[in-house]
T-cell receptor
Framework: KQEVTQIPAALSVPEGENLVLNCSFTDSAIYNLQWFRQDPGKGLTSLLLIQSSQREQTSGRLNASLDKSSGRSTLYIAASQPGDSATYLC???????????FGAGTRLFVKA | DTEVTQTPKHLVMGMTNKKSLKCEQH?????MYWYKQKAKKPPELMFV???????INESVPSRFSPECPNSSLLNLHLHALQPEDSALYLC?????????????FGPGTRLTVL
């Protein structure tokens, strides 16, 4: 059974700091891994999608990496801003179907 | 148009009511999903439709009844719900049946069952 874990559960950093969010999964037979952002009470915004054959994806200040063999992904946020404050979720789509398993998320607070 | 829309935004219903949640996308996506999210928890998959056919039902109680009338529209019919069903209900869609497709989410419907 696929399990997805995100560390840390919460993180508070000063504005301008570079930071890394971690996601680990137990079954390496995945189709893709997707990082989302969720503001309180809102829907999910897709940030980056990494296919199982890829190692990393970049969008603006965000860089996500994937190491399938070790069951790990990281989301790197450069030069953090108060507007980055949100919960960040990683989600793994397992092989053989549509089921997506989410991690519990990392709540990020960027202080001005 | 890269948007998934959901109506209503908020819904309050009694345990004897019947109501429906609606989700719509015009991106030509052929897979659509319902998720349930409790406070401070990750989303949990409920149903998946692929090409308007139900592909996955994650052992959801029958008081939740999904419907996909066409490729752009997904409904979730609610009947005889319990207070513990109160949650944020999220709809998502992806391009096709390939597992590698990116999912796009709507803003959700906040459901409160009294």
């Amino acid at each position: 059974k696929q399990e997805v874990t995100q560390i840390p559960a919460a993180l508070s950093v000063p504005e301008g700091e570079n930071l890394v969010l971690n996601c680990s999964f137990t079954d390496s037979a995945i189709y893709n891994l997707q990082w989302f952002r969720q503001d309180p009470g809102k829907g999910l915004t897709s940030l980056l999608l990494i296919q199982s054959s890829q190692r990393e994806q970049t969008s603006g200040r965000l860089n996500a990496s994937l190491d399938k063999s070790s069951g790990r992904s990281t989301l790197y946020i450069a030069a953090s801003q108060p507007g980055d404050s949100a919960t960040y979720l990683c989600a793994v789509r397992r092989g053989g179907g549509f089921k997506t398993i989410f991690g519990a998320g990392t709540r990020l607070f960027v202080k001005a | 148009d890269t948007e998934v829309t959901q109506t209503p935004k908020h819904l309050v219903m009694g345990m004897t009511n019947k109501k429906s949640l609606k989700c719509e996308q015009h991106m030509g996506h052929r897979a659509m999903y319902w998720y349930k999210q409790k406070a401070k928890k990750p989303p949990e998959l409920m149903f998946v439709y692929s090409y308007e056919k139900l592909s996955i039902n994650e052992s959801v109680p029958s008081r939740f009844s999904p419907e996909c009338p066409n490729s752009s529209l997904l409904n979730l019919h609610l009947h005889a719900l319990q207070p513990e069903d109160s949650a944020l209900y999220l709809c998502a869609s992806s391009l096709g049946t390939s597992g590698g497709r990116e999912q796009f989410f709507g803003p959700g419907t906040r459901l409160t069952v009294l």
